[in-house]
């Protein structure tokens, strides 16, 4: 069971956050993405706050002699990542939200080894690459000249930069605080939302108020709790035990499980590329994590 926490943990993340794009790309024209941002993260610190605030109390003190670990974890994944994947999705499809994403592991590796030294060998390069062709493929539908007609607007520039900031946060997460996982949210979340507060007042200057519907409400209710977290608890916890490298290969779940919502949600059906990517990815991810033999 030991074995299969860091699996459990590490594909539920995913699983909500492949939920959250395709919502985030069926509101687009109904809130602002910075609106979206600040309003996801201050419902998620309210709900988790109650539930925390004894493990906060604790660890105060502990956390404020990490402030600057907290402020570079909160500017990279909470504020800045997922405000630019809102505002891609003004401009961009779901489709290529996801296939960019589908870049992070590598970022995550390349990112490890220059500043951690961590090494890593031609067989795991080999896995990385191959989950990346899985998740390809499942984006793509089996098609490979689909890449060639997908159209790349500003959107999918924002979306690589939202890479590279999450990328940053996962590979950093060696380096929080040694507190308690709960009062690790609630920090991040609470200058996450603080940063976008500045951001959200100019954008309601500039944009106007939304328009606040059932529809809305629910919408920031689920990104709160599922995308928020549910997601950042699992791959917070994922990422400790078995490491960034090994844990970023589950971003190329997120379009495996986005067309797998789509079935539910769309009324689309499962097709036989998605198979064929579940096992790339999948083979990637055990030819990633095989241990060498010894010499």
Request: aromatic share 16%; proline share 5%.
């Amino acid at each position: 069971m030991q074995r299969l926490a860091p699996v459990f943990y590490l594909m539920t993340a995913p699983l909500c956050w492949a939920g959250n794009v395709v919502l985030a790309r069926g509101i687009h024209e109904q809130i602002p993405p910075v609106a979206f941002a600040f309003w996801r993260w201050t419902t998620a610190f309210c709900l988790l706050l109650p539930f925390g605030y004894r493990f906060l109390r604790r660890d105060w003190h502990a956390a404020g002699r990490h402030w600057k670990i907290l402020i570079f974890l909160s500017v990279t994944g909470i504020a800045g990542f997922n405000t630019l994947l809102y505002k891609a999705v003004h401009t961009t499809t779901a489709v290529n939200s996801a296939l960019i994403q589908t870049a992070m592991p590598g970022v995550i590796i390349l990112i490890s080894l220059v500043v951690f030294r961590e090494s890593v060998t031609v067989v795991q390069i080999a896995g990385a690459i191959l989950c990346m062709i899985g998740a390809t493929w499942v984006v793509v539908r089996g098609e490979w000249f689909q890449i060639f007609s997908i159209e790349w607007v500003q959107g999918d520039v924002l979306m690589m930069v939202a890479v590279v900031l999450y990328a940053f946060y996962s590979t950093f997460l060696r380096n929080r605080p040694t507190i308690h996982p709960v009062s690790f949210m609630l920090l991040t979340f609470f200058l996450g939302l603080s940063g976008l507060f500045p951001l959200y007042l100019w954008e309601r200057f500039v944009t106007g108020p939304f328009p606040v519907d059932m529809g809305i409400l629910a919408s920031i209710l689920y990104v709160a709790v599922f995308p928020s977290i549910v997601a950042y608890f699992c791959w917070n916890r994922g990422i400790e035990l078995i490491g960034a490298n090994r844990g970023g290969l589950f971003i190329n779940l997120i379009p495996v499980f986005a067309s797998i919502l789509a079935v539910f949600w769309l009324g689309e059906k499962l097709q036989a590329y998605h198979a064929m990517g579940m096992v790339l990815i999948f083979s990637g991810m055990l030819l990633f994590n095989r241990k060498p033999k010894r010499q």
